[in-house]
């Protein structure tokens, strides 16, 4: 099974910084790589697929990269309405999925 | 617009069945372009896929579960079901349903219901 390893578990930071997460698969996943947000009492919303896609709607201060096992999501400019958690998954092995343990993501 | 509704019961006695359906509206299930799963999460954990049904019926579940889960679908009422037997404690969790998109070779969840608590205890 492919295990996905996300890092930091939780972090800190203010509005206006810029984020990133970093998740890593346990073998190479090429670009099968999607980034999730949940907010509390909330389903997962989607953010990127494929590594790097932007999902329709979401905004374009999240952007993602990586390939192989090593992968990041990054918030160019943090916004009150993002701190949340965040979640990745691998999709190589679709249709079976895994995904990360999650990162937390507060309010300095 | 696409919507999934989680439904059944809110509590389950321990060694008995888990049951939920998703019914997807806005949408056909027999589209051949997607999946459709079940995702759990434990209160204050994190995501944990469960298991995915194409609308042909091919199934693939987790191998941690796989041994206590039976997904199934209907085309003619436009739902999935998920059934997990011999509940614990450790299978309290909300319950999510989602649909699994394809783009290319990329496989994402990008329809979700909104979740149904699911209590196991006697």
């Known amino acids: 099974d492919i295990q996905m390893t996300q890092s930091p578990s939780s972090l800190s930071a203010s509005v206006g910084d810029r984020v990133t997460i970093t998740c890593r698969a346990s073998q190479s996943i090429s670009s099968y790589l999607n980034w999730y947000q949940q907010k509390p009492g909330k389903a997962p919303k989607l953010l990127i697929y494929a590594a790097s896609s932007l999902q329709s709607g979401v905004p374009s201060r999240f952007s993602g990269s990586g390939s192989g096992t090593d992968f990041t999501l990054t918030i160019s400019s943090l916004q009150p309405e993002d701190f949340a958690t965040y979640y990745c998954q691998q999709s190589y092995s679709t249709p079976r999925f895994t995904f990360g343990q999650g990162t937390r993501l507060e309010i300095k | 617009q696409l919507q999934l509704q989680e439904s059944g019961p809110g509590l389950v006695k321990p060694s008995e069945t888990l049951s939920l359906t998703c019914t997807v509206s806005?949408?056909?299930?027999?589209?051949?372009?997607?999946?459709w799963g079940w995702i759990r999460q434990p209160p204050g954990k994190g995501l944990e896929w469960i298991g995915s049904?194409?609308?042909?019926?091919?199934?693939y579940y987790n191998p941690s579960l796989k041994s206590r889960v039976t997904i199934s679908v209907d085309t003619s009422k436009n739902q999935f079901s998920l059934k997990l037997s011999s509940v614990t404690a450790a299978d309290t969790a909300v319950y999510y349903c989602?649909?699994?998109?394809?783009?290319?070779?990329?496989?994402?969840?990008?329809?979700w219901g909104k979740g149904t608590t699911v209590t196991v205890s006697s």
């Open positions: 989602a649909r699994h998109a394809v783009s290319g070779y990329y496989y994402y969840m990008d329809v």
């Open positions: 806005g949408g056909s299930i027999s589209s051949s372009s997607y999946y």
């Open positions: 049904i194409y609308y042909s019926g091919s199934t």
